[in-house]
T-cell receptor, first 119, second 113 residues
Framework: NAGVMQNPRHLVRRRGQEARLRCSPMKGHSHVYWYRQLPEEGLKFMVYLQKENIIDESGMPKERFSAEFPKEGPSILRIQQVVRGDSAAYFC?????????????????FGSGTRLTVV | DQQVKQNSPSLSVQEGRISILNCDYTNSMFDYFLWYKKYPAEGPTFLISISSIKDKNEDGRFTVFLNKSAKHLSLHIVPSQPGDSAVYFCAATTQGGSEKLVFGKGMKLTVNP
């Protein structure tokens, strides 16, 4: 039973390029969350998605960032025209439950992250 | 605005002794608290949690205490083992929300053999 799979593990992009980060949730999980960890910081919530729906994107920067979780395939976090400040570790987590029960009962499951470096 | 604070960046303890990791929060709406453990180059791993209706939750060597009036929680690890060496994050969430977690900055625990 594979865990949450994120790829690539490491991604290097030049300023102005696009970065695409992929997340495949655990089998049976239909809720996906993206978090970002800047150097020397804790994880910060970015977006919460269910299949084909964005539920909460209150942590997403207003520009250049977008996320999707299609009916088929992995969830994608897309960063357009990357800047050096986007360099961070991006973690995806998944949960089988909706509402408050998800975090409570399972503390949901994180992937190993994608480390984005913008040069 | 740091709603969840882990004021000590690091802690070093001897194997077999108790490790106490502290966490403070400012948002009185938080009603569920979690601790995660993180090794380098890996994602956070859920450790233990506590609801605001309780003041203590125990799971093996790990116990979390919650003091709502002080807006403070702590994680006790006893006895500490070298494999416990990692970064520990405190996190909190609010009732009725989208389950998003608010994390502290983390504390690096080193358990010396």
């Amino acid at each position: 039973n594979a865990g949450v799979m994120q790829n690539p593990r490491h991604l290097v992009r030049r300023r102005g390029q696009e970065a695409r980060l992929r997340c495949s949730p655990m089998k049976g999980h239909s809720h996906v969350y993206w978090y970002r960890q800047l150097p020397e910081e804790g994880l910060k919530f970015m977006v919460y998605l269910q299949k084909e729906n964005i539920i909460d994107e209150s942590g997403m920067p207003k520009e250049r960032f977008s996320a999707e979780f299609p009916k088929e395939g992995p969830s994608i976090l897309r960063i357009q025209q990357v800047v050096r400040g986007d360099s961070a570790a991006y973690f995806c987590a998944s949960s089988p439950l909706s509402g408050k029960q998800g975090a409570q009962n399972y503390g949901y499951t994180f992937g190993s992250g994608t480390r984005l470096t913008v040069v | 605005d740091q709603q969840v604070k882990q004021n000590s960046p690091s802690l070093s303890v001897q194997e077999g002794r108790i490790s106490i990791l502290n966490c403070d929060y400012t948002n009185s709406m938080f009603d569920y608290f979690l601790w995660y453990k993180k090794y380098p180059a890996e994602g956070p791993t859920f450790l233990i949690s506590i609801s605001s209706i309780k003041d203590k939750n125990e799971d093996g060597r790990f116990t979390v205490f919650l003091n709502k009036s002080a807006k403070h929680l702590s994680l006790h690890i006893v006895p500490s083992q070298p494999g416990d060496s990692a970064v520990y994050f405190c996190a909190a969430t609010t009732q009725g929300g989208s389950e998003k977690l608010v994390f502290g900055k983390g504390m690096k625990l080193t358990v010396n053999p």
